[in-house]
T-cell receptor, first 114, second 114 residues
Framework: GESVGLHLPTLSVQEGDNSIINCAYS??????FIWYKQESGKGPQFIIDIRSNMDKRQGQRVTVLLNKTVKHLSLQIAATQPGDSAVYFC?????????????FGQGTILTVHP | NAGVTQTPKFQVLKTGQSMTLQCAQD?????MYWYRQDPGMGLRLIYYSASEGTTDKGEVPNGYNVSRLNKREFSLRLESAAPSQTSVYFC?????????????FGPGTRLTVL
C-alpha cells in the first residue's frame, strides 16, 4: 500500500540553529499534507499544512516545502528552541474517496541542545 | 473550549475483558477519528466518522467497534481485549467541510492488555 516515510529518525541540533525534517511520500494522488508535533505523553499538535497546488508555505518560524516531482516534503524550523524538542510527523491525505483518512509517517525525533 | 477530550487516561485490562474508550469534542466538528499509536511508529487509523450517523473502517479496524453517539461523542469499544491491542489510542476531530481539513487530537488513552 501507499506509505509516508521519513529519511532520518533522529535529529539533534543546537539552540538557535535551523532544523530541517524530511519526509518522503509515495502516493502521487495525495493532495494535502500536514506536519504534526508530538511532545512526550501528549497528542499530536498541528503545526502547518500545505495543499498540492503549492510548493511552499510559511508560518511562525516554520516553513513547509513540497516537491511533487520527487514526492518530498520538508519542515524547516528557524532558530530552533529547546521547546521545539519533540517527535515530528508528516501526514498525507489522498483526498477523493480517501478524504480525511490520514496516513502518517514514522516520525522524527528532534532534540534541541541548549 | 476544551477541544478534544478522552477518558480514561490510563487503563489496564486482562485478556478477554471489554472496555469502551470515550471521546468528546466541543468544536462543533462534523468528522471524528480513532487512531492507535504503537511504540516508535506513527498513528494508524482504526475507524472514522465523516458525519453524525456514519462510521467507516480505517486501516486497522479488526477487534474494534465504534459508535457515533451524537455530533460531539465518538466511542471506541474493545469487545475482547488482546495483548496486541496494547497501545496509545488517540481520538481526533475535524470540520469535515471538504477543504483543507485539519485534524485536532485529544491527549490519548494509554491501554495495556495483560
Amino acid at each position: 500500500g501507499e506509505s509516508v516515510g521519513l529519511h532520518l529518525p533522529t535529529l539533534s541540533v543546537q539552540e538557535g540553529d535551523n532544523s530541517i525534517i524530511n519526509c518522503a511520500y509515495s502516493n502521487s494522488a495525495s493532495d494535502y499534507f500536514i506536519w504534526y508535533k508530538q511532545e512526550s505523553g501528549k497528542g499530536p499538535q498541528f503545526i502547518i499544512d500545505i495543499r498540492s497546488n503549492m510548493d511552499k508555505r510559511q508560518g511562525q518560524r516554520v516553513t513547509v516545502l513540497l516537491n511533487k516531482t520527487v514526492k518530498h516534503l520538508s519542515l524547516q524550523i528557524a532558530a530552533t528552541q529547546p521547546g521545539d524538542s519533540a517527535v515530528y510527523f508528516c501526514a498525507e491525505d489522498a483526498g477523493g474517496t480517501s478524504y480525511g483518512k490520514l496516513t502518517f509517517g514514522q516520525g522524527t525525533i528532534l532534540t534541541v541542545h541548549p | 473550549n476544551a477541544g478534544v477530550t478522552q477518558t480514561p487516561k490510563f487503563q489496564v485490562l486482562k485478556t478477554g475483558q471489554s472496555m469502551t474508550l470515550q471521546c468528546a469534542q466541543d468544536m462543533n466538528h462534523n468528522s471524528m477519528y480513532w487512531y492507535r499509536q504503537d511504540p516508535g511508529m506513527g498513528l494508524r487509523l482504526i475507524y472514522y466518522s465523516a458525519s453524525e450517523g456514519t462510521t467507516d473502517k480505517g486501516e486497522v479496524p479488526n477487534g474494534y467497534n465504534v459508535s457515533r453517539l451524537n455530533k460531539r461523542e465518538f466511542s471506541l469499544r474493545l469487545e475482547s481485549a488482546a495483548p496486541s491491542q496494547t497501545s496509545v489510542y488517540f481520538c481526533a476531530s475535524s470540520e469535515g467541510t471538504g477543504n483543507t481539513d485539519t485534524q485536532y487530537f485529544g491527549p490519548g488513552t494509554r491501554l495495556t492488555v495483560l
